[in-house]
């Protein structure tokens, strides 16, 4: 990808005590999520409609045992690539 192509964004979910790194193009957004003391994490992404669209698509889950794996690994980056319309 391209710089041009996507977004990074930080924020901060004071409610939940949570970070959150996102990276959006204009059809995927893909998040990171933490507690602030890092004793878990959550990764998900949906689809969406520009990089304004924060609604979007419902989350997808993954799984991070799923990701831990080169086979696994390779099947998000697989999923993604079809999820935001881009094949190969």
């Known amino acids: ?3 041009r192509d996507f977004t990074i964004q ?3 979910q004071h409610r939940h005590k949570v970070e959150v790194f996102s990276l959006q193009t204009d ?3 893909f998040e990171i999520a933490h507690a602030a003391d890092r004793s878990t994490a959550k990764v998900s992404f949906r689809t969406c409609k520009g ?3 924060l609604t979007g ?3 997808n889950m993954v799984p991070l045992n799923a990701i831990g794996s ?3 690994y390779a099947d998000l980056l697989t999923t993604l690539r079809v999820v935001a319309g881009r094949r190969g």
Do not use: I, P
């Open 10 to 12: 930080a924020r901060r």
């Open 27 to 29: 059809s995927l957004c």
């Open 57 to 59: 698509g419902r989350d």
């Open 51 to 53: 990089r304004d669209d």
């Open 70 to 72: 080169q086979e696994g």
């Open 1 to 3: 990808m391209r710089q």
